[in-house]
Nanobody
Framework: VQLQASGGGLVQPGGSLRLSCAASGSIFSINVMAWYREAPGKQREWVATRLTSGATNYADAVKGRFTISRDNAKNTGYLQMNSLKPEDTAIYYC???????????????WGQGTQVTVSS
């Protein structure tokens, strides 16, 4: 299983970006998709989670500005980021909790990260 994150870039404060996380390989089901970020000199922090049920949770720092979603048919998750601030600058990582076969256990997989820079 591989996760490919994309969509990062340079954007001005107040702008928007949409990150994608495409899962490929032997996948029976994806239970959870989540996004994390790691700013320079800081520890990786959780940003948002979307459960199979559709329930979502967000870190307080991004609540109301970011939206996590999934396209189950494409095994792809998204993070829509609006009203971006300089403090959102970080490498963004996606994580998926995946069951590879009907009888296999759930395992976590990480994408390679995509850089988001918010600057004027």
């Amino acid at each position: 299983v591989q996760l490919q994150a994309s969509g990062g870039g340079l954007v001005q404060p107040g702008g928007s970006l949409r990150l994608s996380c495409a899962a490929s390989g032997s996948i029976f089901s994806i239970n959870v998709m989540a996004w994390y970020r790691e700013a320079p000199g800081k520890q990786r922090e959780w940003v948002a989670t979307r459960l199979t049920s559709g329930a979502t949770n967000y870190a307080d720092a991004v609540k109301g500005r970011f939206t996590i979603s999934r396209d189950n048919a494409k095994n792809t998750g998204y993070l829509q980021m609006n009203s971006l601030k300089p403090e959102d600058t970080a490498i963004y990582y996606c994580k998926a909790t995946i069951r590879r076969t009907p009888s296999s256990r759930l395992s976590d997989y990480w994408g390679q990260g995509t850089q988001v820079t918010v600057s004027s």
